[in-house]
């Protein structure tokens, strides 16, 4: 079983919001036998309604 787990993204409102962590999860998706992702920490940079 494979879970890779990314934490902390700080997805903030700046820019391209959802860039890094399409990239990340753009990455994740070519890797072979994965069973799940995990995603935790904490998510956004500030907890703003636009993140």
């Given at each position: 079983m494979r879970i890779p787990h990314l934490s902390d993204t700080h997805i903030?409102?700046?820019?391209?919001?959802?860039?890094?962590?399409?990239?990340?999860?753009?990455d994740v998706r070519h890797l072979a036998g994965l069973s799940a992702v995990v995603v935790s920490g904490d998510l956004a940079d500030s907890g703003a309604p636009e993140e």
């Amino acid at each position: 079983m494979r879970i890779p787990h990314l934490s902390d993204t700080h997805i903030d409102h700046a820019g391209a919001p959802n860039a890094s962590l399409r990239g990340m999860l753009t990455d994740v998706r070519h890797l072979a036998g994965l069973s799940a992702v995990v995603v935790s920490g904490d998510l956004a940079d500030s907890g703003a309604p636009e993140e």
